[in-house]
């Protein structure tokens, strides 16, 4: 046998023998955006059940900064061996688009593991906000244009999108406040400081349920199981509008794909089943759970359609 059929040999055994003996030791589960957060809860749903399944810890480790650009580029920077991989959402392939130098594509310079679920927004609002629908809303805005605030957890995050698209749909100028997470954006609506969010259902279903936010809709396209009497954005009086986010496991691009494959497995082992998946959707959830490959094609479609969303609505990072 030739030395390159024997190279090759010694690939495919080696294959099998990572996927077995990985992990070894604590997988670190990079979130970067702060506790509270939709990512954030996610993560640590998934974590929880995710260690349990492979027999080593899942530390969530939250990395905040620069609209989710800072706990991005360190996992893009760690060893590609499985020990250090990203949970992460439209900012993703967004902030290529709005920032003027970001260090990394998400299609370039990270493998896909798994698309694990989507998840749409509430429209909230302080309690003391005098509006309790869709409607109310606009005919307020209307009414004092450039005066009411809305919170995002960052330039390009999911609640800035989500709220530019409302002001475009809906003919109002409400304004972003830029917080740092969905966590803190949450904060400052339940404290008074702005008027609205638009957070995402898996973190605000509790202040809702609680009486701290008011929910005026939920902003995908049918209404959830969650909370079905809530109506859609839509419904509630603007027409076309939908938004609903995603979240995606990745690692770093050389990662092997016995790995890879190893942590899909598992993945969808602990999300798929039943009760898993009325445990998600409680909280606005729906599990989703792909293989890699639907997972990378899935981030290419977004990457091309926000891409184009953004320079076309003048989305910018101010």
């Known amino acids: 046998m030739n030395r390159f059929w024997i190279v090759i040999a010694a690939a495919l055994l080696a294959l099998p023998a990572a996927a077995q003996t990985y992990p070894s030791k604590a997988i670190r589960l990079v979130a970067p955006f702060p506790p509270g957060g939709s990512i954030d809860v996610v993560g640590r749903l998934l974590a929880t059940k995710l260690s349990e399944s492979l027999g080593q810890q899942i530390v969530v480790d939250n990395r905040s900064g620069a609209s989710g650009i800072l706990g991005t580029e360190v996992v893009m920077n760690s060893p590609p061996d499985g020990y250090t991989i990203l949970i992460n959402t439209i900012p993703f392939v967004t902030n290529q688009f709005l920032m003027p130098r970001v260090p990394y594509d998400a ?40 005066q009411l605030n809305y919170s995002s957890a960052g330039v390009g995050t999911n609640p800035h999108i989500a709220g530019e698209l409302f002001n475009l749909l809906a ?9 740092k997470g ?19 259902v898996s973190q605000q279903t509790a202040y809702v349920k609680g009486g701290r936010l008011r929910a005026l809709a939920v902003t995908s396209a049918k209404r959830i199981a ?29 990662t092997p794909r016995a790995i890879v494959d190893t942590l899909n ?24 759970a792909s293989p890699p490959e639907e997972a990378a094609a899935h981030l290419e479609r977004e990457q091309k359609k926000w891409g184009r969303v953004i320079k076309e609505r003048g989305i910018k990072a101010e």
């Open 107 to 146: 299609l370039r310079d990270f493998v896909q593991i798994s698309l694990v679920a989507s998840a749409p927004s509430f429209v909230t609002v302080h309690p003391s906000v005098p509006v309790r629908s869709i409607q109310e809303l606009i005919a307020l805005a209307k009414s004092k244009p450039g």
């Open 171 to 179: 003919g109002v100028d409400i304004v972003a406040v830029q917080y």
């Open 182 to 200: 969905g966590g803190p954006a949450d904060t400052a609506v339940i404290a008074g400081e702005v008027a609205l969010t638009f957070g995402n």
């Open 226 to 254: 969650a909370m079905p009497e809530l109506p859609t954005v839509a419904e509630a009086g603007v027409p076309g509008y939908e938004f609903e986010t995603w979240f995606v496991v990745s690692a770093p691009k050389a």
């Open 265 to 288: 497995s598992h993945i969808r082992k602990v999300m798929t089943p039943p009760d898993q998946v009325k445990l998600y959707e409680e909280r606005g959830v729906t599990v989703i």
